[in-house]
């Protein structure tokens, strides 16, 4: 199980449609304590390597905080930036890039 979270252009901020896009997750790990999740922060090919990866890791993060502020315990999670280096959609175009720039959550059975 999976859930993506888009962000806007060079932002890390949640959009309250991605806060939605969570509530289910969220249920599933309050009823389900033998799972965690895995957050990849994830950018389009703007910018440099550096700045990139700590952008992910901005995303997924922001996607932790919103766990955590429904009651999902930090051990239960884990947070890992890729940077550009693995895009959901090839190519420059606008809509390649909005695909991008992404958090993706993956539920891990312990």
């Not at 190519?91 to 539920?107: C, E, K, L, W, Y």
């Amino acid at each position: 199980m999976e859930v993506v979270i888009h962000f806007d252009y060079d932002s890390a901020v949640v959009s309250p449609q991605g806060m939605r896009a969570l509530d289910p997750h969220v249920a599933f790990l309050v009823d389900n304590a033998g799972w965690r999740v895995r957050i990849e922060g994830h950018c389009d090919d703007r910018g440099s390597e550096r700045y990139n990866l700590e952008l992910g890791e901005e995303r997924a993060n922001a996607v932790r905080q919103m766990f955590l502020d429904k009651g999902i315990a930090d051990s239960r999670m884990d947070v890992v930036s890729f940077g550009e280096e693995r895009p959901a959609a090839e190519g420059t175009s606008d809509d390649a890039r909005a695909q991008n720039r992404r958090a993706v959550v993956i539920h891990l059975k312990r």
